[in-house]
């Protein structure tokens, strides 16, 4: 069922969610020494009628024949099938409730919010008066109580997200099967010494 995993891994659609927006806006402006590329992104995982024609032609609808086949848009498994792409021995999904953690979704929360608090405290002007906004608006989202949460562990070698300049990153989805939706919090902290040298060197090639 290779070709039905592909299909179901492109149909997710981003959801346009304008508070989300502004929190990333206001994130990046109030970086301290730093620059941020700070990422809220929502997407749904709802199949559309076209998605379920095809999920059917490929024998999706067969659960008697197919019981152990994949399910549309089921994590974990899609989730950690990133071990088979180009950055996959350098990186690992993890979700949050493995070995290390007390095992209760919102221990997992907890611990998410405690990462992101204390990088943005660190490196966001004024992070204290925008926090509780933050939160709020995560949570009316994707709801992290009722989530899978998973953070995506790199050792910075062949990582896209990870190029010279990277001071640090974060990296967390929340999967909420009740709302069949998916959220990204990213963000990366990158030297501003460096983004000079990128801005420098396409002066040069101009």
């Keep these: 069922m290779k070709d039905v995993k592909n299909h179901q891994v492109s149909s997710m659609k981003y959801l346009e969610n304008s508070a989300l927006e502004a929190l990333s806006s206001s994130l990046s ?3 301290i020494d730093c620059i941020l590329d700070v990422k809220l992104e929502s997407y749904s ?3 559309v009628q ?4 095809q999920w059917k032609a490929y024998g999706g609808s067969n659960e008697t024949n197919h019981a152990n086949e994949r399910q549309p ?8 099938s990133i071990s088979a792409s180009p950055i996959g021995h350098s990186a690992r999904m993890r979700h949050l409730s493995e070995a290390g953690h007390s095992g209760s979704e919102t221990d997992a929360d907890d611990v998410v919010m405690e990462a992101v608090d204390n990088k943005f405290s660190a490196t966001v002007n004024g ?5 509780d906004e933050l939160w709020l608006a ?3 989202e994707i709801q992290p109580n009722d989530c899978r949460i998973y953070s995506f562990k790199s050792n910075y070698a062949d990582d896209p997200f990870s ?3 990277c001071l640090w990153c974060l990296n967390f989805f929340f999967h909420n099967k009740s709302l069949k939706r998916l959220m990204l919090l990213s963000c990366r902290a990158l030297s501003q010494n460096g983004a000079l040298g990128e801005s420098l060197w396409d002066l040069d090639e101009e």
């Design 29 to 31: 402006i109030g970086a």
């Design 138 to 140: 995560v949570d009316a």
């Design 127 to 131: 992070y204290t008066s925008i926090r």
């Design 73 to 80: 848009l089921s994590p974990p498994d899609d989730f950690l």
């Design 50 to 53: 076209s998605d379920k024609k």
């Design 163 to 165: 190029e010279d300049g």
């Design 45 to 47: 995982c709802k199949m």
